[in-house]
């Protein structure tokens, strides 16, 4: 349970070990208090997931750690370092890469392209306007580039579709070339804004079967953010609870299961609290084995 939270005694020491932390954040909109005294801390190499219902804080707490808002109250931490007043691109260099709910990509490229300008973003950054103005320059590549560009394509499992474009990917397919863009930077810790909205239950379990390979393979830090309660249950070590802008509980997937104030956050929806919607290829939330999703279950 410690591994997800800090204590919010001011005085104490900021946890050196953890990709990201954030401590006693408050963030006020005029009279409205989205978030009140939230903390919370994201250890190496671990997926992490954070939930609630609508309206309970999780895109404001998103945006304050990748530093698109900025809190009244609280620190920001990334890899022990002090980040709370840092622009986005400075947090970009220091190892937080995010991917957003809406789709951000070129339609005009194709896949490996896409990794390839994640890769020269963080490497060869003085190239970026270029291959951005002449594609033809995304095609001169190092053998390092091309030997990082090959393993992100099949670790996210997308061999097949290396060279279509964007535009003709199906949904779920072009999630998992947002997180290989994102891990092309050399990030730390990856930011997942809702990466299994709009997927169906098959698509789900091969982003959540992605995203486990990612942790364990790349030793990445995932803090992931979803209204599929079952996804982020059989995913993550550990898992975050807001409700009204609140942390109300915090634990081990079988914690939240059984936590009372977090059934009532979601006025007795015990399918969607217990998990039982979505399996990730590879395995469920019980350990078991299993080939494909059955299904989502939106909270």
């Known amino acids: 349970m410690s591994a997800v939270t800090t204590t919010t005694t001011p005085g104490d020491a900021v946890d050196q070990t953890a990709a990201i932390e954030a401590r006693n954040i408050t963030v006020r909109f005029g009279g409205l208090v989205a978030l009140?005294?939230?903390?919370?801390?994201?250890?190496?190499?671990?997926?992490?997931?954070?939930?609630?219902?609508?309206?309970?804080?999780?895109?404001?707490?998103f945006g304050v750690l990748s530093g698109l808002l900025r809190p009244q109250e609280g620190e920001v931490f990334l890899g022990g370092r002090k980040v709370t007043g840092s622009a986005p691109s400075k947090r970009a260099r220091l190892g937080l890469a995010r991917t957003f709910q809406q789709l951000e990509l070129f339609m005009g490229l194709t896949v490996r392209e896409h990794i390839v300008l994640g890769y020269r973003i963080r490497h060869q950054r003085n190239r970026l306007w270029s291959d951005l103005i002449t594609a033809g320059a995304l095609h001169r590549s190092s053998t390092e580039e091309r030997e990082r560009v090959d393993h992100l394509i099949d670790l996210l499992g997308l061999a097949s579709v290396a060279d279509s474009g964007a535009s003709v990917l199906p949904l779920g397919t072009a999630r998992r070339v947002e997180v290989a863009r994102a891990l092309a930077t050399a990030p730390s810790i990856v930011l997942l804004d809702e990466p299994s909205s709009g997927l169906d239950g098959h698509e789900t379990a091969q982003l959540g079967a992605?995203?486990?390979s990612v942790a364990d393979e790349e030793k990445v830090s995932l803090l992931l953010v979803e209204h599929d309660v079952a996804m982020v249950l059989?995913?993550?070590?550990?898992?975050?609870?807001?409700?009204?802008?609140?942390?109300?509980?915090?634990?081990t997937p079988d914690e939240i299961r059984n936590d009372p104030a977090v059934r009532a956050a979601y006025l007795g929806d015990d399918e969607a609290v217990e998990g039982t919607g979505t399996t990730i290829e590879g395995s469920t939330t019980d350990g078991s084995t299993t080939t494909e999703g059955t299904g989502t279950d939106e909270a």
């Open 36 to 61: 009140s005294d939230v903390s919370l801390s994201v250890p190496p190499a671990s997926i992490v997931g954070l939930v609630g219902p609508n309206g309970a804080g999780k895109t404001t707490l």
């Open 210 to 212: 992605a995203l486990r």
């Open 234 to 251: 059989g995913l993550s070590s550990h898992v975050a609870v807001l409700d009204f802008g609140v942390r109300i509980a915090q634990g």
